[in-house]
């Protein structure tokens, strides 16, 4: 049976979830929710997922909503490459590891500079604020530096191959092409998004931001 997936575009953990697919040949079914229409607060997706949030699945009747929850459950639901969650406990915690490490260190300071940059006062009226924008750029320094590191020699979870969590942090740095962000100080990284880039999941995922990308970047 086909995956329901509901989705944004614009929303980097719905694009993991779509590059996850794509990469594991999983048969999804694009429902997309536009959240600068709100529709994420419509009564019939609130059924689906009560927080209101993308991206959510639903897949043999069972709901679920939280990008890492939904690539954890479809790894274990479909037959997919052992490396994107591995079933050996030791190889597994490396990559849970990161997956809860990603929410404040990666998604919280990339995604969050854009939306205090760009997409709060484009779309949802919120004033730009230069303070946590420092705040920001100066907390990324630390997380930038560590996965600098990490990525020496492997993947973003410490493995050597690819996991879901290369997927989630991939597409919280894509979102900051949209303000014209600059890795490339940072040599290990810049490789790393280069071979990324390059991934069908990646670009089919990524198809309708880097469309309208132009139009939007500042």
Not at 54 to 73: C, D, L, R, W
Not at 159 to 184: A, K, R, W
């Amino acid at each position: 049976m086909s995956v329901e997936v509901y989705i944004d575009h614009f929303s980097p953990p719905s694009r993991a979830v779509i590059a996850f697919l794509v990469e594991t040949n999983i048969p999804y079914v694009v429902k997309e929710i536009r959240l600068a229409k709100q529709e994420q607060l419509s009564k019939e997706y609130l059924e689906i997922c009560p927080w209101g949030t993308v991206p959510a699945i639903v897949h043999n009747n069972i709901k679920i909503f939280e990008s890492h929850a939904i690539m954890q459950y479809l790894a274990n639901a479909f037959n997919v490459k052992d490396s994107w969650y591995p079933k050996s406990l030791s190889a597994r915690s490396k990559v849970d590891i990161y997956l809860h490490w990603h929410h404040s260190n990666i998604r919280g300071l990339l995604s969050g500079y854009v939306y205090n940059k760009y997409i709060g006062p484009r779309f949802y009226g919120t004033k730009y604020n230069q303070d946590l924008n420092d705040m920001l750029l100066q907390a990324q320094i630390v997380s930038l530096d560590y996965l600098e590191n990490v990525l020496e020699n492997g993947y973003v979870a410490g493995t050597q191959e690819i996991s879901i969590g290369d997927i989630s942090c991939y597409c919280d740095f894509s979102q900051m092409l949209i303000v014209n962000h600059d890795f490339s100080k940072y040599k290990n990284i810049t490789r790393w998004l280069n071979y990324m880039k390059e991934l069908k999941g990646i670009k089919e995922a990524h198809k309708v931001f880097n469309k309208l990308l132009p139009k939007i970047k500042i």
